[in-house]
Nanobody, 124 residues
Framework: QVQLVESGGGLVQAGGSLRLSCAAS????????MAWFRQAPGKEREFVAG????????DYAESVKGRFIISRDDAKNVVYLQMNSLNSEDTAVYYC?????????????????WGQGTQVTVSS
């Protein structure tokens, strides 16, 4: 019921910043928990950041705490991931995901909808 399209990925220098956007269509995600995952080559897709439906609660992977900020604009049906102090370990394909049930965990199976991903490459 929701289609997600990520944008904003690209090549970034280490230490730089980048903001990813996820635009949704088909249904407003006003009451959906939203999240970002990432997957590096040869690695499993991992949780990066999540934001509950009301935007008042967020959670982050330990590796990105203090550097990344997830936010949402329900009026525009867009979720963002502000990425700061990027390093080579942040290089991955980043995926936007939506959880229609507003689950608590960070497992992939809790999310109903996924974007196709956007590549983020951090150069030294």
């Amino acid at each position: 019921q929701v289609q997600l399209v990520e944008s904003g990925g690209g090549l970034v220098q280490a230490g730089g910043s980048l903001r990813l956007s996820c635009a949704a269509s088909g249904r407003k995600f006003t009451y959906y928990r939203m999240a970002w995952f990432r997957q590096a080559p040869g690695k499993e897709r991992e949780f990066v950041a999540g934001i509950r439906w009301n935007g008042e609660t967020t959670d982050y992977a330990e590796s990105v705490k203090g550097r990344f900020i997830i936010s949402r604009d329900d009026a525009k049906n867009v979720v963002y991931l502000q990425m700061n102090s990027l390093n080579s370990e942040d290089t991955a394909v980043y995926y936007c995901a939506a959880d229609s049930s507003d689950n608590v965990g960070t497992n992939r199976v809790e999310f109903d909808y996924w974007g196709q991903g956007t590549q983020v490459t951090v150069s030294s």
